[in-house]
Each structure stands twice: as C-alpha cells, then as structure tokens.
C-alpha cells in the first residue's frame, strides 16, 4: 500500500506552516509497517527543505507531477516546460509585471520579481533570485504571484498553452497542458505496478484535487479548500488537529 501527502498545509501546519509532529509520527510509522510514503507537491524534489532530517519520503512526485524521484534523489520521470512556452511566458510576466518563479531540478529561480517573492526567497534557501545558471536548462514548471480575481486575462492569453491551478498562498502554479498531480500519481502507479485501489491520498490545495480523485481514498485537510473537500472521500481535522493520524485511525490503518 502507499499513503500520498501533499506537503504544504498538508504535512505543514495552517498554524505556522512547520511541518508537525503528527505527519512526522505518522510518516515513521507508517513505513515501520511496510507502507511507502510518497511526498507529491507543486514544488521540485530537491526543494523540499521542510522534510529535511525529519520525513524520509520513499518516492517524491514533484512540480505538480513533472518530477519523480527515488528515495536517493534518482529521477525516474522527469517532463520540462517546452523552449516556446517558457521564452513567450517571461516576457509576458516582465511587461505586466507579474511575479514569477521557474521550478528546475535543484534550485526554484525568481524570473520576475515582486514583495511576495522576494519574502518567501529569503525564507527558503533553495529559492535564488535571478535566472537559471544553465541558460540552455528548461524547467519543470513555474510559479506566479496572483489573486485568483485577476487570472483570467492571464488564462486567455495562454489558452491551450499552458494551464494554471491556485496552489494557494497566493500561488498560481504554471504546468504545461495535461500537468497534475494526479497525472504524476497515475505513472508512479504504473512504474510500481500498483492499482488505485492500494492508494490513499491526502491534500488541502485546489492542485490536490486531481491526486485525490487519482487515489482509491482521497482525504481533505480541515483547513483545506471547500473545492478540494468537495472532491474529497473524506475530510479529516485541520493539520494542526492531527489531521493526518485522525485519517489514518479513522481507515484503520494506525
């Protein structure tokens, strides 16, 4: 069996946006009994400076499903924004001065900047202000600052070219067509050999939802999303209630 999380307002809590010590208690133990524990997140693998020393995740679905990885950090799957998009979406975004950062394979880089985006950088190391080192590189998906009133303009100009989902805290995530979470799910399961039925997810950001609807059960944080509750099989306490251990004992699985 596998238990996904997503990671932030998931594993993290909606109090304080640390990780809790209820995920990290039910992590271990969950893999004490044999069931992997897979981390899937709209941000990269490598950039998932929350779990450091504290979750050991056995596969990472990252950057919305673009990404996924081993437990040694292996790629298995990796699928990159196309040359195209990604030139024609920077010019955009400077012109109308939309914040805007690239997720690559190890670092998360700040292409437009804004207030938002340079607070959440000098918080978390691995994101770097400033182009990609590797000019030639492509990402494997992005980020922008918006409010969710303002994305339709954003939507047209890009139809049919890429899509975007509200990954929350102000967040709008930026995937190539056909990107998701529950995409990236769906091809771990195949690369396993795993049906849906083995699978239960667990999530709070409207980006959850497909990952949600992918897995056999679906699990909605209490501090999530009505949309993604609506999705939802089941929806759990806040993550700062034990929402994680209440699910679990609830299947009987703790």
């Known amino acids: ?29 969950l893999q004490e009994k ?28 990252g950057a919305n499903g673009a990404e996924i990885r081993d437990r040694k950090g292996n790629a298995l799957l990796l699928r990159h924004t196309s040359r195209a998009v990604f030139e024609s979406f920077n010019r955009y975004c400077a012109e109308h001065c939309i914040g805007l950062m690239w997720k690559f394979a190890d670092t998360t880089n700040v292409y437009v900047a ?24 492509l990402p494997l998906g992005g980020d922008i600052v918006m409010d969710k009133k303002d994305i339709g303009p954003l939507e047209q100009h890009f139809d049919g070219q890429v899509q975007f989902v509200d990954g929350g805290f102000r967040l709008f995530d930026v995937m190539m067509p056909g990107m998701s979470k529950g995409r990236g799910l769906s091809d771990l399961m195949e690369l ?34 009505e949309s993604t509750k609506a999705g939802a099989d089941y929806v759990t306490t806040a993550s700062s209630d034990n929402g994680i251990s209440n699910a679990l004992k609830h299947y009987g699985i703790l």
């Open 34 to 61: 044999g069931i992997l524990v897979v981390i899937c997140s709209g941000r990269a693998c490598t950039t998932m400076t929350a779990l450091e020393g504290r979750i050991f995740p056995d596969y990472c679905i």
């Open 192 to 225: 396993l050999h795993i049906s849906r039925d083995e699978v239960i997810a667990f999530g709070d950001s409207e980006n959850d939802i497909s990952m949600l609807m992918a897995a056999g059960v679906g699990v909605a944080m209490g501090n999530g999303y």
């Open 114 to 137: 804004d207030d938002y985006l340079s607070h959440i950088s000098g918080n978390v190391k691995t994101i770097v202000t400033g182009p990609y080192h590797d000019p030639e590189a």
């Open 1 to 29: 069996d596998s238990i996904l999380f997503d990671l932030d307002g998931t594993l993290t809590s909606d109090v304080d946006g640390k990780l809790t010590d209820d995920a990290i208690r039910s992590c271990r133990l």
